[in-house]
């Protein structure tokens, strides 16, 4: 067995760890994919809807059920056999794909043109199966048109598919993505995907080998228009993608054990008894699943203690405990910045530090996370920043009537309002709350949202992905970010 220098784990640190932790912008590789036990239902050709915020996984599992070489890892190392009969069909994604289904600016023109939605996606399915009268048509209007003049006749062509995918023994499975790109408008963006929605459900229902999984977000699912028959049925069929502390680790050994040269083969070496595939390192079992052997390996990496003793807290659960949401939930995404920017702070602040990664340079990490976490949901969902805001520079725990007077004195209710019902507001891209009017109900929905969380007392607390970024202090706690 080779233990690593502090030198050499830095260098694996800084090798292994995505550049970019965003799916859209990284490229999956067989030899980092991670695949967590929990995802193995998501994967399912019969789960219509996969659920999960931000950085959980959804664009890699999209993109492991459009890839051959990804699916079949996937169908190997979750013993999942129906994976290895599926013919994946691109129904909606980031990617700019016009001759395979209509992107934003084309969705756009169709509502303007107030075109059947359920039929936009019915139009798609049928040019995925090279119908030659839907081939023949120049554009997705004419397509769509077509599809709804001819009802008996798209009918008629899905009926025969379906058929055709039963006697090659296969599923055809419609994959959609990256939801908040349908329109750049939040209620034309709710009322298409109400129309996937329905068009996933009509396929699970009324057919036996087509299907579709709709991979969503929590907020745009609940707010998006199912005013169709059975639509609750969703409910029952959907998946939630999270994250352990075991599994955010198990990643996290899953890139040290695959990087390039001499350090990941020494990691290996060290860490157990690692598989070899033609395309991988996979990692021994209780690598990834066993908590007491992930301590040992990762005080290797950081120390026993987030500072000189135990009064600061162990290392292995403060990291994933300080990203954590109100509901529990770290993404990887989050995780990794925060490892990658613990890297690069201790490679230019702590080098001469005892361990691979300083205490210090792990907060700095939480705080570049925090900072991002909070873009992201600026960018989601703007009404959040707006209710926070006013909290700036004060302390958590904070009582319930403190904050509904910060917000009186804000003036919120009018912000809110203004962003909902204002159709010039570049706001309006994204959701609003419910209520914005009633600060009770506002409360109970940043609750449910995670961004809030509610202590015995009554107070209420911000977990420190989201206090930190919004300049909301704890005494005691990790420092805020200071710009």
Do not use: C
Not at 6 to 18: D, G, N, V
Request: charged share 30%.
């Amino acid at each position: 067995m080779t233990e690593l220098s502090i030198s050499a784990y830095r260098e694996l640190l800084r090798t292994s760890l995505p550049q970019a932790a965003d799916a859209n912008t990284t490229e999956i590789h067989t030899n980092t994919l991670f695949t967590a036990p929990r995802h193995r239902r998501a994967l399912e050709p019969d789960v219509t809807v996969v659920r999960g915020g931000r950085g959980v996984g959804k664009t890699v599992w999209f993109t492991t059920l459009l890839s051959d070489d990804l699916r079949d890892l996937a169908a190997d190392e979750y013993r999942l056999p129906s994976l290895r009969r599926i013919q994946p069909l691109r129904g909606f994604g980031a990617e700019r794909d016009i001759d395979t289904y209509p992107n934003r600016n084309v969705l756009a023109q169709l509502l303007a043109d107030e075109v059947r939605l359920k039929d936009i996606w019915k139009a798609v399915a049928l040019r995925a199966f090279d119908h030659p009268d839907i081939v023949a048509l120049p554009n997705w209007k004419k397509r769509i048109d077509w599809v709804t003049e001819n009802e008996e006749e798209s009918e008629r062509a899905l009926q025969k598919a379906d058929r055709e995918a039963t006697e090659e023994g296969v599923t055809k499975l419609f994959l959609f993505d990256a939801l908040d790109r349908l329109h750049e408008d939040r209620r034309s963006a709710d009322r298409l995907t109400g129309s996937i929605l329905q068009f996933a459900l009509d396929l699970r229902l009324e057919t036996r080998n087509l299907r579709a999984k709709v991979f969503i977000r929590e907020d745009m699912l609940d707010s998006s228009d199912k005013n169709f028959p059975d639509s609750s049925k969703l409910e029952s069929n959907a998946v939630d993608l999270t994250w352990t502390q075991v599994d955010l680790y198990g990643l996290l050994f899953q890139h040290l054990g695959n990087g390039e040269g001499d350090t990941s083969r020494d990691f290996r070496s060290s860490t157990g008894d690692w598989r070899e595939k033609p395309d991988r390192y996979v990692p021994p079992d209780n690598l990834t699943a066993d908590e007491k052997v992930q301590r040992e390996v990762f005080a290797r990496l950081a120390g026993d203690y987030m500072g000189r003793n135990h009064r600061r807290g162990r290392t292995y659960p403060w990291l994933p405990n300080h990203l954590a949401d109100g509901r529990g939930q770290t993404s990887p995404r989050s995780f990794l910045v925060a490892l990658r920017t613990a890297t690069e702070n201790t490679l230019n602040n702590y080098a001469d530090h005892h361990h691979p990664l300083h205490w210090d340079a792990i907060r700095e990490g939480v705080q570049q996370a925090s900072q991002t976490r909070v873009y992201e949901v600026q960018e989601d969902l703007p009404w959040v920043a707006e209710a926070i805001s006013p909290l700036s520079g004060l302390q958590v725990p904070i009582e319930r009537e403190e904050v509904l007077h910060q917000w009186s004195e804000a003036e919120l209710s009018t912000t809110l309002r203004n962003m909902v019902e204002d159709p010039t507001d570049d706001a309006q891209t994204r959701t609003g709350p419910r209520y914005p009017n009633d600060h009770t109900k506002l409360l109970d929905e940043l609750v449910a949202l995670g961004i809030m969380t509610r202590r015995l007392n009554g107070k209420l607390d911000l977990p420190d992905v989201f206090r930190l970024a919004f300049d909301i202090g704890r005494k005691g706690g990790v420092p805020r970010v200071r710009t």
